[in-house]
């Protein structure tokens, strides 16, 4: 379908021809029928325009643009949520390896800032990691995992650190 053309109801559009018809047939007479039929004639070109305007908005709703628009105002309203990531992007310069033609980040986990309030959280694990399986005896402690994550508290930020303990096999041989 062409931009700019409107499908009116088939009456209307008959009707719309007839009267231009009787305009033109009158516009050489010069009747006081003219009038009526040239204010008749004018409604109908503004019920027209006001079709095709409505077209036109339905298509740009239609096939037009889809993303959402962010102003300026709230773009900073956006950023009140990112504030632990502000915090260690200012203060953390990232590694580069330099390299013939062009500079490479160096990869890993970015490390968190070391002055940062520390919550640490012990996992020693249940009796069964605990236990040997042959003798029951209580197996030695031979290293552990550490993870760090960031805890968002509204107007504090705190490094979380996660140790869990890790067991390995006792000293008694199997049978």
């Known amino acids: 379908m ?4 409107v499908q009116l109801p088939r009456q209307r559009y008959e009707a719309l021809l007839q009267i231009e018809e009787a305009y033109q047939r009158l516009a050489t007479s010069g009747s006081a029928e003219e009038a009526t039929l040239a204010l008749q004639y004018q409604k109908l070109q503004q019920d027209y325009k006001r079709l095709q305007e409505q077209y036109a908005t339905l298509q740009r709703y239609i096939f037009g643009r889809k993303r959402e628009k962010v102003r300026r105002e709230d773009e900073d309203q956006l950023q009140l949520f990112n504030e632990a990531e502000a915090i260690v992007d200012r203060e953390k310069q990232e590694k580069s390896i330099v390299v013939k033609s062009h500079r490479r980040k160096k990869g ?3 490390m968190l800032p070391d002055d940062l309030p520390v919550e640490v959280i012990e996992y020693e694990g249940d ?4 236990e040997c399986p042959c003798c029951g005896k209580e197996r030695p402690v031979i290293g552990e995992e550490r993870s760090e994550e960031l805890d968002v508290i509204p107007a504090r930020v705190q490094k979380k650190v996660i140790v869990k303990k890790k067991y390995g096999p006792c000293d008694v041989t199997p049978f």
């Not at 062409?2 to 053309?5: L, P, Q, R, V």
């Open 2 to 5: 062409e931009k700019g053309i």
């Open 108 to 110: 890993g986990k970015k």
């Open 127 to 130: 009796k069964s990691q605990k």
